[in-house]
């Protein structure tokens, strides 16, 4: 039975890997599909990792994906931090607001996007209602830039932020805040010196569960962001299926995974200590 999981996943993730690592070494050539393998006669092709490193147009793209993941990241854990403490000292609402988090997960990923779209856009509710208020004559520009961008990312991953924060402040024990409270402390002194630091572990966690797949994200910067929005999910995509360079896509994906690898690991080593 020990061998189960293992074949599982060297069939799922292990092949897959160590076949996107073999087309980041191989040639671009005609054909289905469109490369040529090293064993094809011509031998292994470092310049697809090279170009990665001399192209600004990759190094940018691979950098912009770190920066507007880390602004992701660290935005759900500004909300995340108060939601889960809040609901984990709801009460008997505890079910209710949990289940308010999990609600997005019951729809369509892209029903949610267009929803943003509908609000963001020039005719949409947003500007509808600015108008109608008199606080704007034009309809301002929201949709299709860095803030909204940022805002349908916020609102896909926020509950995977928020769960960890929740599960950790549910083992909090309140009687600790009190008794500092107790002794002179202000809830904010209580806050920081007693709760925060037992949490620290679940919110770096947090943040890196956020973090890891915002980097690689392809549909939000597509259907909200700015057409110069250059990320790694756009550059993979034109690679891939416009210009069929796979080769370089693959080599894209194995950079990324690169960048990857050690938040992967710390978050692990995050979750077994939490």
Same mark, same amino acid.
């Given at each position: 039975?020990?061998?189960?999981?293992?074949?599982?996943?060297?069939?799922?993730?292990?092949?897959?890997?160590? @076949?996107?690592?073999?087309?980041?070494? +191989?040639?671009?050539?005609?054909? %289905?599909?469109?490369?040529?393998?090293?064993?094809?006669?011509?031998?292994?092709?470092?310049?697809?990792?090279?170009?990665?490193?001399?192209?600004?147009?990759?190094?940018?793209?691979?950098?912009?994906? =770190?920066?507007?993941?880390?602004?992701?990241?660290?935005?759900?854990?500004?909300?995340?931090?108060?939601?889960? &403490?809040?609901?984990?000292?709801?009460?008997?609402?505890?079910? %209710?607001?949990?289940?308010?988090?999990?609600?997005?997960?019951?729809?369509?990923?892209?029903?949610?996007?267009?929803?943003?779209?509908?609000?963001?856009?020039?005719?949409?509710?947003?500007? +509808?209602?600015?108008?109608?208020?008199?606080?704007?004559?034009?309809?301002?520009?929201?949709?299709?830039?860095?803030?909204? $961008? =940022?805002?349908? $990312?916020?609102?896909?991953? @926020?509950?995977?932020?928020?769960?960890?924060?929740?599960?950790?402040?549910?083992?909090?024990?309140?009687?600790?805040?009190?008794?500092?409270?107790?002794?002179?402390?202000?809830?904010?002194?209580?806050?920081?010196? &007693?709760?925060?630091?037992?949490?620290?572990?679940?919110?770096?966690?947090?943040?890196?569960?956020?973090?890891?797949?915002?980097?690689?994200?392809?549909?939000?910067?597509?259907?909200?962001?700015?057409?110069?929005?250059?990320?790694?999910?756009?550059?993979?995509?034109?690679?891939?299926?416009?210009?069929?360079?796979?080769?370089?896509? +693959?080599?894209?994906?194995?950079?990324?995974?690169?960048?990857?690898?050690?938040?992967?690991?710390?978050?692990?080593?995050?979750?077994?200590?939490?």
């Amino acid at each position: 039975m020990r061998l189960i999981p293992g074949f599982w996943l060297a069939l799922l993730v292990a092949a897959p890997l160590a @076949l996107v690592g073999l087309m980041a070494l +191989s040639w671009q050539a005609e054909g %289905v599909p469109p490369y040529a393998p090293p064993w094809a006669g011509a031998g292994i092709n470092p310049d697809n990792l090279r170009l990665l490193a001399e192209d600004p147009y990759y190094r940018d793209a691979l950098l912009q994906s =770190l920066a507007v993941a880390g602004a992701t990241a660290a935005l759900c854990l500004l909300l995340a931090v108060p939601m889960g &403490i809040a609901i984990a000292r709801a009460g008997r609402w505890r079910e %209710v607001l949990l289940a308010t988090v999990l609600l997005p997960f019951w729809t369509g990923f892209l029903i949610r996007i267009g929803a943003w779209i509908g609000l963001l856009r020039d005719e949409g509710w947003i500007n +509808s209602l600015l108008r109608a208020l008199g606080w704007t004559d034009q309809p301002l520009p929201l949709l299709y830039t860095d803030g909204a $961008m =940022l805002l349908g $990312m916020v609102h896909a991953y @926020l509950p995977f932020a928020v769960l960890p924060v929740f599960a950790a402040a549910t083992r909090l024990d309140p009687l600790l805040e009190q008794a500092a409270e107790d002794l002179g402390a202000t809830p904010r002194r209580a806050f920081l010196s &007693i709760t925060l630091p037992q949490l620290l572990p679940s919110l770096a966690a947090a943040f890196l569960l956020v973090f890891i797949p915002a980097a690689g994200e392809y549909v939000i910067p597509e259907l909200l962001g700015p057409p110069d929005a250059t990320l790694v999910g756009r550059v993979l995509f034109q690679e891939f299926f416009q210009s069929r360079d796979w080769p370089v896509a +693959s080599a894209l994906a194995v950079a990324l995974l690169a960048l990857l690898i050690g938040p992967i690991i710390l978050f692990q080593r995050l979750g077994r200590a939490a």
